[in-house]
């Protein structure tokens, strides 16, 4: 019984494996490409040479003997996937599938993320794969990148929300800093840390007297002194 959704290794895919066990060399499988299918799921054909729609294409970050992997970033989307293929560094279209329905959304529709794309390659030949890892191409997450600024030590840098106690988005004329407390003549409670968006600003701007803090000499007023 045919699986709902599965891969086929191509024509051109069959031909470039034997060409490459004949030869002693490796496929070089260098692309994964996803597509809409123009609508609707359709069965794919090994006498395929491309996708039905192709919205994207990206290098293969991660190569084993049994998936190859890739990221599709958050900037890239508004676009369903149901379709996807493996491509050689001459695009050649080694192997195609069909997926269930996936939305890829972009942030100006409300909503966005990042989607890593898993293949799986084990019908393909062992032995004209090579496993390959290319550090040049690897990305970073949205959440990787935020929790560095989390744990972010750096004695330079202090968080804007510590001061932004009227939690306005920036320290203007109702905040002013005192050896790092709130002094402006009322009982202030510290906000709560925000998870979005990440603020820092550069105590070297503050700093007048420049003893590594902002202290009683220094005071900020609309973001200037």
């Known amino acids: 019984m045919l699986k709902e959704f599965y891969s086929l290794i191509t024509d051109v895919g069959l031909r470039k494996i034997q060409e490459a066990l004949n030869n002693g060399t490796k496929l070089d499988l260098k692309y994964i490409a996803v597509g809409d299918s123009n609508g609707a799921y359709y069965e794919p054909q090994t006498s395929q040479t491309k996708l039905k729609n192709e919205r994207y294409r990206t290098p293969i970050t991660e190569l084993t003997l049994l998936t190859a992997k890739a990221l599709i970033p958050s900037t890239v989307g508004g676009f369903y996937i149901r379709e996807f293929g493996i491509f050689d560094s001459q695009n050649n279209l080694l192997l195609v599938g069909k997926q269930p329905e996936t939305y890829k959304p972009i942030e100006s529709q409300g909503s966005f993320k990042e989607l890593w794309i898993k293949v799986i390659i084990e019908a393909i ?3 004209v ?32 929300w510590l001061y932004d106690t009227n939690a306005n988005g920036i320290v203007d004329t109702c905040e002013y800093v005192d050896g790092g407390t709130f002094t402006d003549g009322n009982s202030l409670t510290v906000p709560t840390q925000p998870s979005l968006p990440i603020m820092i600003m550069s105590t070297s701007i503050y700093d007048k007297n420049k003893n590594g803090i902002v202290d009683e000499a220094e005071s900020i007023n609309a973001g200037e002194f």
Do not use: C, K, W
């Open 125 to 127: 030949n062992s032995e």
């Open 129 to 160: 794969i090579e496993i390959r890892i290319d550090p040049t191409i690897q990305m970073a997450s949205i959440d990787y990148v935020h929790n560095l600024f989390d744990g972010h030590t750096h004695p330079d840098l202090m968080p804007i």
